[in-house]
């Protein structure tokens, strides 16, 4: 599969391989991390999140790495498919407020 | 549907003319948020509201910004005098249902201004 260490502007994969998206975050008090994904002319979506109190977490073929000494997360997807492609944004919160995003990463799928 | 909506999808206007956005958030959810995104950017915040009480605002709403949450429910975001730089994509989200995702902000479509 795919591993960035560091955040790339374009990931390109094949389908079926695994993606890895890495985002760096900005402020050490934040304690709720949300990946959303954006398809051209829409809205962001939902995907997957988590709390500082956390390093790891797990959903349907995505899982979300919190590693808080060094403000990083990454997004990893397995076995992305063409309906992966899309951009997709980390963002930082502390409680309930406003949402920092970071740069977001183009995933390309290569059939 | 039952997730954000917002009205109109797309807005053209002459610089100079006002216009205004509308947001309906989800239905229990007491927090709605505007963002503005532009071009290979990620959303910015500016401005949100509890209920009825707007509780912050971002510098970037200048004074010809002004958004409401008049019944604590939808929300309308006016700009006023408009100009070249404000053409972006307007997005609302909505959160606080309660539970474990209370936090957790949901998008609606976005409503697309371009500003001639």
């Known amino acids: 599969g795919e591993s960035v260490g560091l955040h790339l502007p374009t990931l390109s994969v094949q389908e079926g391989d695994n993606s890895i998206i890495n985002c760096a975050y900005s402020?050490?008090?934040?304690?709720?991390f949300i990946w959303y994904k954006q398809e051209s002319g829409k809205g962001p979506q939902f995907i997957i999140d988590?709390?500082?109190?956390?390093d790891k977490r797990q959903g349907q073929r995505v899982t979300v790495l919190l590693n808080k000494t060094v403000k990083h997360l990454s997004l990893q997807i397995a076995a992305t498919q063409p309906g992966d492609s899309a951009v997709y944004f980390c963002?930082?919160?502390?409680?309930?407020?406003?949402?920092?995003f970071g740069q977001g990463t183009t995933l390309q799928v290569k059939p | 549907d039952t997730g954000v909506s917002q009205d109109p999808r797309h807005k053209i206007t002459k610089r100079g003319q006002n216009v205004t956005f509308r947001c309906d958030p989800i239905?229990?959810?007491?927090?709605l948020y505007w963002y503005r995104q532009t071009l290979g950017q990620g959303p910015e915040f500016l401005t949100y509201?509890?209920?009825?009480?707007?509780?912050?605002k971002s510098r970037l709403l200048s004074n010809r910004f002004s958004a409401e949450r008049p019944k604590g429910s939808f929300s309308t975001l006016e700009i006023q005098r408009t100009e070249q730089g404000d053409s972006a994509m307007y997005l609302c989200?909505?959160?606080?249902?309660?539970?474990?995702?209370?936090?957790?902000?949901?998008f609606g479509p976005g409503t697309r201004l371009t500003v001639l």
């Open positions: 989200a909505s959160s606080g249902a309660g539970g474990a995702s209370t936090d957790t902000q949901y």
């Open positions: 402020n050490s008090a934040s304690d709720y």
């Open positions: 988590i709390r500082s109190n956390m």
């Open positions: 963002a930082e919160t502390i409680g309930q407020g406003k949402l920092i």
């Open positions: 239905s229990e959810h007491n927090r």
């Open positions: 509201f509890q209920n009825e009480a707007q509780l912050e």
